[in-house]
């Protein structure tokens, strides 16, 4: 069965720096696009960045660009969301997403508080 384990998150001061990872299993990851969602309290889940099978094209919400960077490695089966210059608007639970055979998977969340 498909399983998206998130790692990474926690706590940090406005200006730092967190690195998520996501390992995925229980499908082809090198041949599907990821995606990296969060949910703030209160507010609707939203798409961060997103980034293709073979890691050649990414994109990422308008918040975030120049901040974060979305990569990924086919070998390790993992994704990853750096995310620097973190302000306390980015505080929520950061959720990696994979679309297949048309159904969209979740990983647990982990979660990213932005706090002095």
């Known amino acids: 069965q498909v399983q998206l384990v998130e790692s990474g998150g926690g706590l940090v001061q406005p200006g730092g720096s967190l690195r998520l990872s996501c390992t995925a299993s229980?499908?082809?990851?090198?041949?599907?696009?990821m995606s990296w969602y969060r949910q703030a309290l209160g507010k609707e889940r939203e798409l961060v960045a997103g980034?293709?099978?073979?890691?050649?094209?990414?994109n990422y919400a308008g918040s975030v660009k120049g901040r974060f960077t979305i990569s990924r490695d086919n070998a390790k089966n993992t994704v990853y969301l750096q995310m620097n210059t973190l302000k306390p608007e980015d505080t929520a639970v950061y959720y990696c997403?994979?679309?297949?055979?048309?159904?969209?998977?979740w990983g647990q969340g982990t979660q990213v508080t932005v706090s002095s």
């Open positions: 997403s994979a679309l297949v055979t048309a159904h969209r998977y």
């Open positions: 229980g499908f082809t990851f090198s041949s599907k696009g």
């Open positions: 980034i293709s099978s073979a890691g050649g094209s990414t």
